[in-house]
Each structure stands twice: as structure tokens, then as C-alpha cells.
């Protein structure tokens, strides 16, 4: 079936540093893939996308390339602000579907002033 | 604007007292689906809907159920709520069937508590 591995525990970070976040998937076909972001006592938000193999979301000074090769969608932002301290998403919608997103655990990110 | 509205937004229940969670859209969208978020273990589907009166399982459907009398609508219905169910509820709800990269749109959520 389909699933997303994020890789496991929070992540905390000074301001200014770079951040990655790896994501793996297991699909068959081309699925979608995606990140959102959940701010403290908020809902889901779209952060990126990518529809195709070799496609760069960004956003917000985020970014992830679709890698078919190695079936991966990290997700990295150069310079992290303390106003990025989130839990963050992988997720995919797999092709030909009816839109059931397969979703990562989700990685808490603290930034530290 | 376009969103995507859930009610009530936090709830405290007591076992076996019936509840339901409203979910309205606003953007015509055909899909939406129901999602519980627990710590550790991501957002899993609880049920989904294709369009006006096609609805089907997700991956925990146990315990709930829906309807989908018009396409705005997509009420969760827990009928008899345990301590288990407690957890943080997302409605979504997307244009088309088919995801070709199309935005799912959340709700806010709504923080469940059965005691």
C-alpha cells in the first residue's frame, strides 16, 4: 500500500540554521506529494507540492525536489526564524485515486532564538 | 474565501453520550473526508466521501459514521463515544476526484475529549 516515513523524533535548531527534514514514500505510480505545516494550535496548511518526478516545491523559503530515483521529498529551508516552529508533514496522494492522503508522523521543529 | 468551517472547534463528552461534528465547505468541492490526528502516529482517513450520497471507509472507520445529504455537508457522527476516540479531528475537502496535484483544504480541527 501506500505510506510516508518521516524521520523519527522532534527537531531543534537554533535561528538561522538549516534545516532538512527526510521523507520517504512507497507508492505505486506517480503520486502527488506534499508538505504541510501546523502551526501551534492550528489547523493543516499547505506548504509545498510537487505533481512530478524532478519537480522543486517552494514556498516561504522552503523547498523539496520529487526523487523518483530514490522515492524522497525532503524538505529543507536554508535560514530557519523562530516563527517556523511547527510540526511539518509528509504526505502523498497516489495517482488515479480518489484523493486519500497517506501521511507521515510528523516532525515537532523548534527553533531557538 | 474559500475554507473549509468544522464545529464544535473543542468538545468535552462523557462515554456513550451521541455527538456530531458539522464540516461545511464553501468551495463546491465534490470530495471530503474525515481524519483523526494522535500523537506518533501522523493523520489516518476515517472516512471519505466522493460526492453527494457516496461515502466509504478509510483506514479507522470503527466507531463513526457519515453522511453526505448535500455536497457542502460531511457531518462525523460518533454514536456512542469511548476514551479511545478522544483525539484531534480534521475535515478536508478537495475540487476533483482526481488529485492531479490539487489542493486538499483543512479545517481548523476540533479537539475532541471523551471522559
Known amino acids: 500500500g501506500n505510506s510516508v516515513t518521516q524521520m523519527e523524533g522532534p527537531v531543534t535548531l537554533s535561528e538561522e540554521a538549516f534545516l532538512t527534514i527526510n521523507c520517504t514514500y512507497t507508492a505505486t505510480g506517480y503520486p502527488s506529494l506534499f508538505w504541510y505545516v501546523q502551526y501551534p494550535g492550528e489547523g493543516l496548511q499547505l506548504l509545498l507540492k510537487?505533481?512530478?518526478?524532478?519537480d522543486k516545491g517552494s514556498n516561504k523559503g522552503f523547498e523539496a525536489t520529487y526523487r523518483k530515483e530514490t522515492t524522497s521529498f525532503h524538505l529543507e529551508k536554508g535560514s530557519v526564524q523562530v516563527s517556523d516552529s511547527a510540526v511539518y508533514f509528509c504526505?502523498?496522494?497516489?495517482?488515479?485515486?480518489?484523493?486519500?492522503?497517506?501521511f507521515g508522523k510528523g516532525n515537532q521543529v523548534v527553533v531557538i532564538p | 474565501e474559500a475554507q473549509v468551517t468544522q464545529n464544535p472547534r473543542y468538545l468535552i463528552t462523557v462515554t456513550g453520550k451521541k455527538l456530531t461534528v458539522t464540516c461545511s465547505q464553501n468551495?463546491?468541492?465534490?470530495?471530503m473526508s474525515w481524519y483523526r490526528q494522535d500523537p506518533g502516529l501522523g493523520l489516518r482517513q476515517i472516512y471519505y466521501s466522493m460526492n453527494v450520497e457516496v461515502t466509504d471507509k478509510g483506514d479507522v472507520p470503527e466507531g463513526y459514521k457519515v453522511s453526505r445529504k448535500e455536497k457542502r455537508n460531511f457531518p462525523l457522527i460518533l454514536e456512542s463515544p469511548s476514551p479511545n476516540q478522544t483525539s484531534l479531528y480534521f475535515c478536508?475537502?478537495?475540487?476533483?476526484?482526481?488529485?492531479?496535484?490539487?489542493?486538499?483544504?483543512f479545517g481548523e480541527g476540533s479537539w475532541l475529549t471523551v471522559v
Open positions: 468551495m463546491n468541492h465534490e470530495y
Open positions: 504526505a502523498l496522494c497516489p495517482s488515479g485515486g480518489n484523493n486519500r492522503l497517506a
Open positions: 510537487a505533481t512530478k518526478a524532478d
Open positions: 478536508a475537502s478537495s475540487p476533483t476526484q482526481e488529485p492531479s496535484g490539487n489542493t486538499i483544504y
